[in-house]
């Protein structure tokens, strides 16, 4: 690898706070290519030859979603907020969610692109509730897939995604304490 997670870590801008800690900023990251394979490769590698698809939420998710696939050889299946696409009701797979803003989000795909039984990698940029990541998975596992593995660039040890953390099955560059 390029840099290592320190480096990585030291391209995440910290912006005003938002009630939760503050808004992280991955865009410098993203930007940089050497940090982008590095963070890519890094969050690939306990998922190489496990897994069938990767999916995201959109949007940032949509990022690091794809150039995980990518790396891993894999499809990407895109998860979508609130109906932005009309999907005929049978042909679609959704869960909703109380966001941190206290809204409801639906996240939506189609069946079709989860075929049964594949198992999963679920990337999203950043995991500050874990709400996101909890309604993805319970739409993978509705679909009759498994979902093997979380990749996200950060982490809020302070949420619902503690015991995921904690059992290993989330990789992740930073994680906020």
Not at 95 to 123: F, G, M
């Amino acid at each position: 690898m390029g840099m290592d997670l320190k480096q990585l870590e030291e391209k995440i801008r910290l912006l005003a706070t938002d009630g939760f800690g503050g808004k992280r900023d991955l865009l410098p990251l993203y930007a940089d290519r050497d940090a982008m394979e590095t963070l890519v490769k890094y969050l690939a590698e306990p998922f190489r030859g496990k897994v069938d698809c990767v999916c995201s939420p959109e949007s940032l998710g949509f990022i690091l979603g794809s150039m995980l696939a990518y790396e891993l050889g894999v499809g990407f299946v895109v998860i979508r907020r609130n109906q932005q696409f009309l999907i005929d009701t049978d042909l679609q797979v959704s869960a909703s969610y109380i966001n941190h803003r206290d809204k409801v989000t639906t996240l939506i795909t189609e069946k079709c692109l989860l075929p049964s039984e594949s198992r999963v990698l679920l990337a999203d940029d950043w995991m500050s509730t874990a709400a996101t990541v909890q309604a993805c998975s319970n739409m993978i596992e509705d679909a009759g897939c498994k979902v093997v593995g979380i990749a996200a660039v950060g982490v809020s040890y302070e949420s619902a995604a503690k015991d995921m953390i904690d059992a290993g099955s989330v990789r992740y560059v930073y994680c906020q304490k």
